[in-house]
């Protein structure tokens, strides 16, 4: 007699065009691959084609599944059962029935009330939380959600994406038991006895010595070193060969480190921000993160040679940390990687796959990415989060 899996866990994918079909279709997928009947929760993600048939989706998911528990967002674009699509209809979904897990759901306010909460839900002995958060890229404030996190969500580990469209409209939509809401948190809680590994990729990588903030007013970088900060960006920009300021401001970054006592500018140990804009006044430099005086800061180059490179040695540091297969995964991608940044489709997955072999894998691209590192929560961009599970 074969003994029952641990983790009974499915993913399923449809590209049809409607979205009640597309939706049946990929939860019926996902329970035939998990090999259960009911199961207990289930995670959904739609592309934007599909927002308009978002309720449906959302019934069809509780109806083919019979889950009690469900989180699930509008993406640019959806990953699982092996392939990566952007700017097509999809729907994605996993579904599990996880022997030692017990799980949770709830939609949220934008503010992130609650989330401490939330993550209190679980006896003693449910165990540690992992936590999927996936609030609403255009009315969620970033910073406040990030200070949030870590005070109500202290050490636990926090993952997700940006929920969005197709950046036609500026709207997402976010899946819940309570129905469909933007302006939202779709989160999920995982709680129980399972080993997580979890990896982040950088889009980029850092170009030149690290600078040091010598002058910022809001989020205007005026100098760095003591000199104008334009003058620094441009004169790096030519020590790559680029000389046109529009292709500067699409591929030079910026990088502030998590550890400003020993910077480092590799996967999760940075922050990575964009150039938003020029101040003339100053000849400085618009960045959408908070600066002050000693503030360390890197310039980070943005390319599919170095990203691959660094997708690589992510997903070799998360076998390290799981030893030994996974069961389960997700994988949250920034909408500016995929095509987009390779200029083909499916390298993260071919890497992922690769290194662990198949395993129910489902992601989004979003307008931004949020993991635990250091023990707390952060809002990254340009950034891939691997987030594995394997039962202990």
């Known amino acids: 007699?074969?003994?029952?899996?641990?983790?009974?866990?499915?993913?399923?994918?449809?590209?049809?065009?409607?979205?009640?079909?597309?939706?049946?279709?990929?939860?019926?997928?996902?329970?035939?691959?998990?090999?259960?009947?009911?199961?207990?929760?289930?995670?959904?993600?739609?592309?934007?084609?599909?927002?308009?048939?978002?309720?449906?989706?959302?019934?069809?998911?509780?109806?083919?599944?019979?889950?009690?528990?469900?989180?699930?967002?509008?993406?640019?674009?959806?990953?699982?059962?092996?392939?990566?699509?952007?700017?097509?209809?999809?729907v994605g979904v996993m579904v599990g029935r996880t022997e030692g897990l017990t799980s949770k759901s709830a939609l949220l306010p934008e503010t992130g009330a609650g989330l401490a909460e939330f993550a209190a839900l679980g006896s003693e002995a449910d165990g540690r939380p992992t936590v999927i958060t996936l609030p609403d890229s255009f009315r969620?404030?970033?910073?406040?959600?990030?200070?949030?996190?870590?005070?109500?969500?202290?050490?636990?580990?926090?993952?997700?994406?940006?929920?969005?469209?197709?950046?036609?409209?500026?709207?997402?939509?976010?899946?819940?038991?309570?129905?469909?809401?933007?302006?939202?948190?779709?989160?999920?809680g995982l709680y129980g006895d399972y080993r997580v590994g979890v990896g982040i990729t950088q889009s980029c990588s850092a170009v030149g010595e690290p600078h040091f903030v010598t002058q910022a007013h809001d989020y205007v970088l005026q100098e760095l070193d003591g000199r104008p900060a334009l003058r620094a960006f441009i004169d790096q920009g030519k020590a790559l060969g680029i000389d046109d300021m529009q292709q500067a401001a699409q591929e030079l970054l910026f990088g502030f480190p998590l550890d400003p006592v020993?910077?480092?500018?590799?996967?999760?140990?940075?922050?990575?921000?964009?150039?938003?804009?020029?101040?003339?006044?100053?000849?400085?430099?618009?960045?959408?993160?908070p600066m002050e005086p000693g503030t360390a800061v890197g310039f980070?180059?943005?390319?599919?040679?170095?990203?691959?490179?660094?997708?690589?040695?992510?997903?070799?540091?998360?076998?390290e940390q799981l030893a030994g297969p996974p069961d389960?995964?997700?994988?949250?991608?920034?909408?500016?990687?995929?095509?987009?940044?390779?200029?083909?489709?499916?390298?993260?997955?071919?890497?992922?796959?690769?290194q662990f072999g198949p395993f129910p894998l489902l992601g989004m691209f979003g307008g931004f990415e949020l993991a635990t590192a250091l023990d707390t929560a952060h809002v990254y961009?340009?950034?891939?989060?691997?987030?594995?599970?394997?039962?202990?």
């Open 1 to 90: 007699m074969t003994a029952q899996r641990k983790a009974q866990v499915g993913v399923g994918l449809s590209r049809d065009a409607t979205a009640a079909a597309a939706a049946r279709k990929a939860t019926e997928d996902a329970m035939a691959q998990a090999g259960v009947e009911r199961a207990d929760w289930a995670v959904c993600f739609f592309s934007a084609d599909h927002m308009a048939g978002a309720d449906v989706i959302r019934e069809a998911v509780l109806d083919a599944s019979g889950c009690l528990a469900l989180a699930g967002c509008s993406a640019m674009g959806v990953i699982g059962a092996g392939q990566e699509v952007e700017r097509k209809p999809a």
């Open 328 to 354: 389960f995964g997700f994988y949250f991608d920034c909408a500016a990687r995929g095509r987009g940044l390779y200029g083909r489709e499916g390298v993260d997955l071919d890497a992922i796959h690769g």
């Open 381 to 392: 961009t340009y950034t891939g989060v691997l987030v594995l599970l394997r039962a202990a």
């Open 140 to 188: 969620v404030d970033n910073a406040r959600l990030q200070k949030r996190l870590g005070r109500d969500l202290p050490g636990l580990p926090v993952f997700g994406a940006g929920a969005t469209d197709d950046g036609v409209l500026g709207v997402s939509l976010q899946v819940g038991m309570e129905g469909v809401r933007s302006a939202s948190l779709a989160t999920l």
């Open 262 to 289: 020993q910077p480092s500018f590799v996967g999760e140990s940075c922050l990575v921000r964009p150039l938003a804009g020029f101040d003339q006044q100053s000849n400085g430099l618009v960045v959408p993160y």
């Open 300 to 319: 980070m180059h943005r390319n599919a040679e170095s990203a691959e490179m660094d997708l690589r040695r992510m997903v070799s540091h998360v076998q």
